[in-house]
């Protein structure tokens, strides 16, 4: 991108770009006009213009699962580092999990976080409630007043709402509401003391494992209480060839139900932890799966019936990632190589095209939470990501601006990255520098 | 070889060498001087983050029988229990000379990254339910000294191989030298999807074999609902005189131990003509010692 | 490379039964005699002196076997090399120890091997038989008996060959080119 901007311009002109606009299904080759923060119909007086060329322009990347730290943690990550990693990797809206220290439960929290990351002002960050006060699965928690205050779904993630009958009645509670209950899926009297799937390698390694059941069952309940309550559900990260069939009964049975793939479980498998020597580096809850099950989440991707992918995002101090494996914390900080791990497992094998692709982490997303945006369309807000869908590079966890650095892709070559980041008319990132 | 992590792997030419390394060895245990000068001058941490008597010992010995000077790190009472992390535990030991670390660990894994962290070798004692190599080793060579040859062998290795280190050493090091493994024990204590012969059925398991391992039988395993009681593996699985004399009157049995005498194998059969179990721990010495010579006798061929 | 022959068969024959001769003749016969052949080209050696022993007194002395792998003082700085074991079954306390090898060198082979018979009992004596002396002494040993004594160079190579394990009996001097030694 050559140009002769000057610092506080907010007219810009991107020639020659490929448009793919999830939003209004469109992919064309065009010019994208932005001024004073929105989408306009052509050319003003004192635009910049930025050469396109070989560039995609997708409106509105989102990614609605990740986890910031920040009340509590931010030795792991805060809102200003989380929001300059979202920026890095080309996204625009993320949805920030509540299991913080204290957990986002009230809509005093959701105010004061939503808040925070507008005065930060890299990323529009929409605030996730918990489901149960503190998320300790016994009382439901201020739902409605959370959603007045900002809460775009409800979640208790990191750990399910494992009671069944709690989790009836709050997905009978969000459907007089507008947004759903965003649920981490695991029975834990399956998963207790694993560390890893269930199946050859973890044999192998001596490393006790969860069976991709320990997912699924979880799946399968939830999916019966959704179509008993109508309530919206949305599954969080699946992975597992019985969580992807309980999701079909469930678009057969007409019920509210959306899902998530991430992009680790899209790209890896599990032969990353013995890859990694057993390190606790590729540890990561629901674990990489093999490519039995990788295979079919691609497919579930592609036909639409995971809708979103969402990194997860977890970032974690290496200090505790060093931990010996059942100490070490769950996660992997994925902002920064969701495009590059997504383009690599979807795009350049093949199995999609860029839109729909490029669907599932924007129109994808927005539809699984309620959001609403119009697309590239003049006067709309214009959030605005550039992306060599070519370009090759290496993952070097150092460099990321996110303060997790924990990722069993370091090192891995990805093929796709996003050049541009631009928040209502503002560039956020550019070549790959965060501007602020 | 650098460090010493796994039989998963290993050459069947540097697993061959081991063995008659430790052959060659344990003549050293007959000699009225139970001492070499080979090691001279070595510095060996054991370094112990879980119990172990034999082991320990066995590691113990073998580097004082080799003139090596040998130091017992015991987890507990330690500056681990003031937080020190095992990397820094490790690191120190090696800043005060160390020339090699032998580890046991409860967390699989610990000891191939420790040796990735290391400059010294590293070598394993056993790390959670992954590996035992140098068990595995004496198993080898203990087997070899009974059977003759380890090739075409038919091994059976019977118990709770689900939970066991020793067991996965066992199948990789057997494998390697070209016996034939088979896995006996109840369905939720075999580890499925490993691609190994696998049967619940005592007779088939065992019937013919050349070897026998028999696995002991952890008790909190039937608090943990794996098994319904003792008395009940005892009758299915237990390794009893009658058993032997019939479906297997050739086999070495052989134990890794501690042995619960009683259950999953008899008295009659532990301290009869079949039992291998001394010889497994007077090999594991010479094992223990060609392991040490074989990664700090000699320039470090990387 | 230029090769010279400093024995051939009919020599090494020789030379063998003349040490045989004098371990009898120094040891007043051969009642307690025990003959260790050092591996490995030490072995054959010694059970050729334990016949020829055995043709000139009738007697069959017992032979054993070293390695001295495990007592090298250089093994730091050497690849790793493999040992097999010694057979040491034969008491030799209170016996006279005859220890065998093919060349007699820096001496730090026979150093190592006495270290390693003192593991195993304390002799009367030990005496050394060796069919080459080239030299070079690094430490004060000497052999007792002597097949040939070969004034070498540091940088020349005596190579030992013999029916048992290279098909012939040869012993041959090896000179490097452009040695001006």
């Given at each position: 991108m050559t140009s002769n901007e000057t610092v506080g311009n907010t007219r810009w002109h991107i020639k020659n770009v490929r448009i793919l606009d999830p939003f209004t299904a469109t992919d064309a080759m065009g010019d994208v006009f932005i001024v004073d923060g929105r989408f306009a119909a052509g050319p003003v007086q004192g635009m910049t213009v930025i050469e396109g060329q070989g560039l995609w322009a997708v409106p509105r990347m989102t990614d609605i699962h990740v986890h910031f730290r920040e009340p509590g943690q931010e030795h792991k990550e805060d809102l200003l580092s989380g929001s300059r990693a979202a920026a890095a990797g080309g996204f625009t809206v993320v949805a920030a999990m509540p299991n913080t220290s204290p957990v986002i439960d009230s809509a005093a929290l959701v105010a004061w976080e939503r808040n925070r990351a507008r005065e930060i002002g890299l990323v529009e960050l929409w605030p996730m409630g918990a489901v149960t006060k503190g998320s300790a699965g016994q009382e439901l928690a201020e739902l409605g007043l959370m959603e007045e205050a900002g809460a775009m779904g409800f979640s208790d993630d990191g750990k399910p709402v494992a009671n069944a009958r709690m989790m009836r009645s709050a997905l009978s509670y969000v459907s007089m509401l507008g947004h759903p209950i965003v649920q981490h899926a695991e029975d834990l009297s399956l998963s207790e003391g694993t560390v890893m799937h269930e199946g050859a390698i973890s044999h192998q390694l001596g490393l006790s494992g969860a069976p991709a059941a320990a997912e699924s069952v979880m799946v399968w309940r939830d999916v019966e209480l959704s179509i008993l309550t109508s309530g919206p559900l949305h599954v969080a990260h699946v992975t597992a060839i019985g969580s992807l069939e309980a999701l079909e009964y469930?678009?057969?049975?007409?019920?509210?139900?959306?899902?998530?793939?991430?992009?680790?479980?899209?790209?890896?498998?599990?032969?990353?932890?013995?890859?990694?020597?057993?390190?606790?580096?590729?540890?990561?809850?629901?674990?990489?799966?093999?490519?039995?099950?990788?295979?079919?989440?691609?497919?579930?991707?592609?036909?639409?019936?995971?809708?979103?992918?969402?990194?997860?995002?977890?970032?974690?101090?290496?200090?505790?990632?060093?931990?010996?494996?059942?100490?070490?914390?769950?996660?992997?900080?994925?902002?920064?190589?969701?495009?590059?791990?997504?383009?690599?497992?979807?795009?350049?094998?093949?199995?999609?095209?860029?839109?729909?692709?490029?669907?599932?982490?924007?129109?994808?997303p927005h539809r699984a939470l309620r959001a609403h945006y119009p697309g590239l369309v003049q006067g709309a807000a214009a959030d605005l990501t550039l992306i060599d869908p070519h370009a090759s590079w290496i993952v070097d966890s150092r460099a990321f601006y996110s303060q997790g650095h924990n990722t069993p892709m370091d090192g891995m070559q990805l093929k796709g990255r996003a050049v541009g980041t631009m928040l209502r008319g503002v560039w956020t990132m550019r070549e790959g520098q965060v501007l602020a | 070889m650098r460090d010493f992590i796994k039989l998963e792997g290993m050459d069947s030419s540097d697993l061959k060498a081991l063995i008659s390394l430790a052959e060659s060895l344990s003549e050293i245990l007959s000699r009225p001087i139970k001492?070499?000068?080979?090691?001279?001058?070595?510095?060996?941490?054991?370094?112990?983050?879980?119990?172990?008597?034999?082991?320990?010992?066995?590691?113990?010995?073998?580097?004082?029988?080799?003139?090596?000077?040998?130091?017992?790190?015991?987890?507990?009472?330690?500056?681990?229990?003031?937080?020190?992390?095992?990397?820094?535990?490790?690191?120190?030991?090696t800043a005060m000379g160390i020339d090699a670390v032998v580890i046991r660990h409860q967390v699989s894994g610990i000891p191939g990254l420790l040796a990735d962290l290391l400059d010294v070798p590293v070598i394993n004692a056993g790390d959670g339910m992954h590996e035992h190599p140098t068990q595995g080793l004496l198993d080898l060579v203990a087997a070899k000294a009974r059977k003759g040859r380890l090739e075409g062998l038919k091994v059976a290795i019977v118990g709770d191989v689900l939970h066991s280190r020793v067991a996965r050493s066992d199948l990789w090091g057997f494998q390697t030298m070209g016996a034939e493994v088979t896995l006996v024990g109840?369905?939720?204590?075999?580890?499925?999807?490993?691609?190994?012969?696998?049967?619940?059925?005592?007779?088939?398991?065992?019937?013919?074999?050349?070897?026998?391992?028999?696995?002991?039988?952890?008790?909190?395993r039937q608090k943990g609902g794996s098994i319904p009681s003792v008395r009940e593996y005892r009758a299915l699985f237990g390794i009893t005189g009658p058993r032997l004399?019939?479906?297997?009157?050739?086999?070495?049995?052989?134990?890794?131990?501690?042995?619960?005498?009683?259950?999953?194998?008899?008295?009659?059969?532990?301290?009869?003509?079949q039992s291998a179990v001394l010889d497994q721990v007077r090999y594991g010495v010479a094992v223990r010692m060609a392991v040490l010579y074989r990664l700090l006798g000699g320039t470090h061929d990387i | 490379m230029a090769k010279a022959e400093i024995l051939d068969h009919d020599g090494m024959r020789r030379a063998l039964m003349r040490i045989a001769h004098e371990i009898v003749e120094?040891?007043?016969?051969?009642?307690?005699?025990?003959?260790?052949?050092?591996?490995?080209?030490?072995v054959p050696l010694a059970h050729r002196i334990q016949q020829n022993i055995e043709a000139i007194e009738h007697v069959l002395v017992p032979v054993q076997i070293l390695d001295i792998g495990l007592y090298r003082d250089d093994w730091f700085q050497r690849p790793f090399n493999p040992v097999e074991s010694s057979k040491i079954t034969t008491a030799i306390n209170k016996r006279v120890v005859v220890l065998v090898d093919d060349v007699l060198f820096t001496g730090r082979t026979i150093r190592a091997a006495m270290d390693a018979l003192s593991d195993y009992g304390r002799p009367q004596a030990i005496q050394l038989a060796v069919l080459v002396d080239r030299g070079h002494r690094e430490l004060p040993i000497r052999a007792d008996f002597v097949g040939k004594n070969l004034p070498t160079a540091r940088s020349e190579k005596v190579a030992v060959r013999l029916e048992e394990s290279d098909g012939e009996d040869q012993v041959v001097l090896i000179k490097p080119e452009n040695d001006d030694a």
């Open positions: 469930a678009a057969r049975r007409g019920a509210p139900v959306t899902a998530e793939a991430t992009p680790h479980h899209l790209l890896l498998t599990d032969s990353a932890v013995s890859d990694w020597n057993s390190s606790p580096i590729s540890k990561v809850n629901p674990p990489l799966r093999p490519t039995t099950h990788r295979a079919a989440l691609r497919q579930a991707v592609a036909s639409g019936l995971v809708s979103v992918i969402a990194s997860d995002h977890a970032p974690h101090h290496m200090d505790e990632k060093a931990a010996p494996f059942p100490q070490a914390p769950y996660g992997i900080s994925g902002l920064e190589t969701s495009v590059g791990a997504v383009f690599t497992a979807l795009l350049h094998s093949g199995l999609m095209d860029p839109l729909t692709l490029l669907a599932r982490m924007t129109v994808g | 001492k070499v000068p080979t090691l001279r001058g070595r510095a060996i941490a054991n370094v112990f983050f879980e119990a172990s008597t034999r082991t320990r010992n066995s590691f113990e010995l073998a580097g004082k029988y080799m003139s090596a000077d040998v130091i017992n790190f015991q987890a507990s009472g330690s500056s681990v229990e003031k937080g020190e992390t095992l990397w820094d535990t490790a690191r120190n030991l109840p369905p939720n204590l075999l580890p499925a999807e490993l691609g190994v012969a696998m049967t619940s059925n005592l007779e088939e398991g065992i019937k013919g074999c050349d070897v026998i391992q028999v696995l002991r039988l952890q008790h909190e004399a019939q479906w297997a009157p050739d086999a070495c049995v052989m134990h890794p131990g501690p042995q619960n005498r009683g259950v999953e194998i008899d008295s009659d059969v532990l301290d009869g003509p | 120094r040891n007043h016969g051969a009642s307690d005699i025990v003959l260790v052949g050092i591996r490995s080209r030490g």
